[in-house]
């Protein structure tokens, strides 16, 4: 009769090799997938910089913003924003102007007596720099058409805006100002203020 001996010891199974992707490749991976992340940025907002007084007292020259050009594809300007767009008559070399977001299509908006009425009714405005407006407030009336908004700088005796301009389409419009990253003392999400239209 023969006997089969039990007690070897079993052959240690092979463990499968690990792929590792060599040094090289995982740099090359990881710069491409900077480039990446760094073109969506760019595609999804833009860096603004303040030059001139026609925001203050809320924005003042050499102050630095992330514009979100997203807000406005995923929703429309709101009466309060504080936007960066392309001003009407200006060319390609032109830079952008930042400013408050008055009027919306199909608004009449006035400047009566120094003061501002949207639809008839005088809005409540905190955020402008208090002092008495002079020339840039003469009485005058714009009435607004299906695709155009209404800007003015919260420095209403020194801010280029529709007063002078007019309505802007909303193609000019680039973008909502989003936050403020520079200089670091002034870091923080742009304070949105809302009123109602009249």
Known sequence: ??????????????????????????VIETLILIVVIYA??????VRFFI??????PNFHAGEFLI??????????????????????????????????LIGMPGDTVEMRDRQVYVNGAQISE?????????????????QLGADEYFFMGDNRNNSRDSRRFGPVRRDQIVGEAFIRYWPPPQWGIVEHFRFSGG
């Open 1 to 26: 009769m023969t006997t089969i001996d039990v007690t070897t010891t079993p052959q240690a199974l092979a463990r499968p090799r690990l792929h590792r992707p060599g040094f090289l490749r995982e």
């Open 40 to 45: 969506l940025v760019n595609l999804a907002t």
């Open 51 to 56: 030059d001139g007084p026609s925001m203050q």
């Open 67 to 100: 514009v979100s050009r997203v807000s406005y594809l995923l929703g429309a300007p709101e009466r309060g924003d504080v936007v960066v767009f392309n001003a009407p008559g200006n060319s390609d070399d032109d830079p952008p102007l930042i400013k408050r």
């Open 126 to 142: 905190p955020y402008v720099l208090q002092e008495e407006c002079a020339s840039l407030c003469r009485d005058d009336v714009w």
